[in-house]
């Protein structure tokens, strides 16, 4: 099965370009840019990745991303994103990034922009994978900052599909955003956000209430409200869960405990994504290979993650097709 997954056309929802940042990047740019970090090697850097929730990573990650200044930077990061994702045979990536993780500290929303841009334009053209970019919100910031964030967004409408909402979930409610969410619907963006990872069920049905998203990002503790879980299959609204991710943020204390595959048995729309996979151990193929490990699937249980994903992205319906068509050619051939 391992060659199977390894080989299987995989398409990724929930991806934070700053959370692909490795070690060796990370130590790289801070010599390029003369930029002090506390680590002076690759080993201690790695070791410092030993979070008990999701507030231990935000604090390494958002310290990580202090080394990226210039647009070069930024393409570096997402080049070297897209090999990876070339040699997991990733066909379609839906990026997020936090442009106020980079604006607070003095960087230029442009130079963010255009440096992730640039290496997904050359994704497309050199590596056949295509891609979408999604700007998140940061919810421990204020509902001002999110709106300065949307208006400078909109000199960049071509390259942005979509606004998402992430980092420290509890304590900063779906509401705060309300107003923002209206706004960027109204100016033509899609919307996603993080819900029910750390945060209960009821912050699921928060977000999908008041703030009119098309997918949810993890959503996994969705399981401690039945009556959700019956509308997430009714109405077919995404999951983009986090395996590897929900194991190192204590989520789930094992992957036995997951319960993707249940989701996935149950008929909601679930797909394997990786989140910030240079801190927590693995790619898109390393996801799947530690949840079939776990909770063993046939063929064609481990596709449906595929299939599940070209339906929830942001793709046109003749590129879904295409997507769709590409894997199941696939599927026939291995079957
Ligand atoms: N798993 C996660 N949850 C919330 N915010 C994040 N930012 C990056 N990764 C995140
Ligand atoms: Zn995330």
């Not at 997904?120 to 891609?131: A, H």
């Not at 967004?153 to 599909?161: L, R, W």
């Amino acid at each position: 099965m391992k060659k199977f997954i390894q080989s299987l056309p995989k398409v990724e929802l929930h991806l934070h370009i700053e959370g692909t940042l490795e070690p060796e990047l990370m130590l790289e740019l801070a010599q390029r840019n003369s930029i002090n970090i506390p680590f002076n090697s690759v080993d201690e850097i790695r070791d410092a990745y030993n979070f008990h929730n999701l507030q231990s990573f935000l604090d390494i990650y958002f310290q990580g991303a202090d080394v990226l200044i210039h647009e070069q930077d930024f393409f570096d990061l997402t080049w070297a994103y897209l090999l990876r994702c070339q040699e997991d045979n990733v066909i379609h990536t839906e990026i997020f990034f936090d442009p106020q993780a980079h604006t607070e500290r003095g960087i230029l929303f442009d130079t963010v922009v255009n440096g992730i841009h640039r290496a997904l334009d050359k994704g497309i053209s050199e590596l056949g994978i295509s891609s979408k970019l999604i700007m998140c919100f940061l919810r421990h910031l204020d509902e001002e900052s999110a709106f300065n964030t949307l208006s400078q967004a909109q000199a960049h409408k071509d390259k942005i599909i979509g606004v998402g909402l992430d980092s420290t979930e509890i304590g900063n409610p779906a509401s705060k955003f309300e107003r923002v969410f209206k706004q960027a619907i109204e100016q033509g963006f899609l919307t996603v956000a993080h819900a029910g990872e750390e945060g209960p069920a009821s912050n699921i049905s928060e977000a999908l209430s008041l703030l009119q998203i098309t997918r949810i990002d993890h959503g996994v503790r969705c399981t401690e409200d039945a009556s959700l879980v019956e509308q997430l299959i009714a109405e077919r609204i995404p999951l983009t869960v986090c395996p590897l991710s929900n194991l190192k943020l204590k989520v789930f204390d094992r992957m036995e405990q997951h319960n993707i595959v249940g989701l996935l048995r149950q008929g909601v729309c679930v797909t394997i994504n990786s989140d910030d996979p240079a801190y927590f151990g693995g790619y898109m193929t390393d996801n799947f290979l530690a949840v079939n490990n776990a909770h063993p699937m046939n063929k064609t249980e481990i596709a449906q993650f595929t299939f599940n994903a070209i339906e929830a992205s942001f793709v046109s319906p003749s590129e879904q097709e295409r997507l769709r068509q590409v894997t199941q050619r696939f599927l026939e051939l291995e079957q």
